[in-house]
């Protein structure tokens, strides 16, 4: 009998926005101590560090869900209709290509592919999606006891997200054009959001993330290191930033409309309580 005494996670269960927040907290600064092991590990190739970083956030994740076992079945497995998962990749295709038909159009498209370019996009791909989705939403989803629960997760998972890239101004990005940053990333996490909460896959949104961020690393002369070095706010930034925000409006409709889906899937994902 004692083997199926039900792990209790007290944190969770009475303070589940809380435990949201601290959970991003502690992976990230895990995940910071992590990069530190990789930077030496790769004797200072950039490319190596950040493709080995990527690795062992990823393995960070595994090892953190075990504390979730057995009542949670992990974020790998995806539990959504293929019809499903067609229709979140088409959004992403029409958003890439609007935002490829307004560089070509200001002139501001180029292409330099360089591995190191890779393995940033793979690091930043995988270790923003676990710091910032993968265990956050399913706590949200399990433990929030309110019947708009998938909202507030959203909601919560997506504002973390836009605020946390505010930083970037430390790293000499000008303020206005920072803040526009955040909030075009703020709606561009809603969409993140709905790829996993609609299938239950992190691989989804992984991959997503990552191909986006390696596209924007190559073709967007304005970013070093993810950071727009732009000084100022200019009308194709607006524009770009309004199609971030559209695409999160449509996130937010198909989340919305999809609610009894998630539900099921997740309730599959948590195989002890229904949310």
């Known amino acids: 009998m004692e083997k199926n005494k039900k792990r209790r996670h007290f944190i969770c269960e009475k303070f589940p926005v809380l435990a949201m927040v601290l959970s991003i907290f502690c992976i990230t600064v895990l ?16 490319a190596i560090y950040h493709i080995l970083a990527a690795l062992v956030a990823f393995v960070l994740l595994l090892i953190i869900e075990l504390w979730f076992k057995p009542d949670y079945k992990g974020s790998i497995k995806s539990n959504a209709p293929i019809g499903q998962i067609r229709s ?3 959004l992403f295709i029409i958003y890439w290509c609007i935002n490829f038909i307004l560089s070509f159009i200001t002139g501001t498209l180029i292409f330099k592919p360089t591995l190191e370019s890779l393995g ?3 690091n930043a791909g995988v270790s923003e999606e676990i710091m910032f989705r993968a265990v956050t939403i399913p706590i949200g989803l399990h433990f929030i006891k309110s019947e708009k629960r998938v909202t507030w997760t959203w ?3 997506s504002i973390i997200f836009g605020v946390v890239h505010l930083v970037n101004i430390q790293g000499g990005g000008a303020i206005s054009v920072i803040i526009v940053q955040a909030i075009a990333t703020t709606f561009m996490g809603i969409y993140f959001a709905s790829l996993f909460m609609c299938t ?10 990552s191909v986006w961020d390696y596209y924007c690393f ?3 002369g304005t970013l070093e290191n993810g950071i727009m070095m732009q000084s100022s706010v200019d009308v194709p930034l607006i524009i770009a930033c309004t199609i971030n925000i559209i695409i999160g409006i449509l996130s937010i409709i198909y989340i919305q409309k999809n609610q009894n889906s998630i539900k099921q899937i997740w ?8 949310i």
């Open 31 to 46: 995940i910071s101590i992590l990069d530190e092991l990789s930077k030496w590990v790769s004797g200072g190739n950039t």
């Open 88 to 90: 979140l990749l088409i």
């Open 120 to 122: 940033m996009a793979l």
């Open 155 to 157: 909601i919560i998972t």
């Open 200 to 209: 239950g896959n992190i691989l989804i949104p992984i991959i997503i993330h």
């Open 218 to 220: 190559v073709t967007d």
């Open 267 to 274: 309730n599959e994902k948590w195989i002890r309580k229904e």
